[in-house]
């Protein structure tokens, strides 16, 4: 019965016997590679996974709350990541973001021209996204040739997100702050009516 034998010789031999074959075919395969990173060349994809607070959990009347504890939750509730989420897909981000990062500039496109204008939401569109996890986290990913942009996209649209979320906060109770101060003045000037009324009312009684 034959048994098929192999040893570092054997292999040396086939190897040497081979040796051009096993050149050229590096060679096609390297020639090969470079044609295809050139043609179509490798995209980085950079990804941040964001925590989204409860805003109350920094509001003043909850830190600084005379009555009994209330409990809050710290993570956001459905409401305030479905609030955060539009945010993030606004074209208000968009701008912001492709305005900071020279992005026009990047792509070599003009940002006075209409259809280049539509280039770059195109691209917007095809390398940032969005994404909801499981564990209520918010992933914002953007794709690019270069690595360190896209990483520099993802950062920045994370700040911006962030102090747009913020300032829809601070809005609110500026607003809730100024019609307190309304009604405020109104409660005075009421006050004062009464009060003229009632002195009046005094003298006219005295006399």
Known sequence: MNT???????IAQTLQQKRKFIIRFTLIAAILCSIFLLLFPQKYKAKSEVLIAN???????YIFRSTEPRYIDFFANEDDIDHVMSIAFSHNVMDSVVKNMKLFEAYKLDDTDKKDKEKMEKIWENNY????????????????????????????AVN????SYRGYYNLIKEQINNSLKTRIKENDSTINSLTDSIVHLQVSMTN
Do not use: C, G, H
């Open 4 to 10: 098929t034998r192999f040893d570092l010789v054997d």
């Open 55 to 61: 805003p109350l959990i920094a509001d003043r009347n």
């Open 160 to 163: 911006t997100i962030e102090r």
């Open 129 to 156: 996204d969005v994404k909801r996890t499981e564990y209520k986290n918010m992933e914002i990913s953007f794709q690019d040739y270069n690595a360190q942009r896209a990483a520099a996209v993802v950062n920045d």
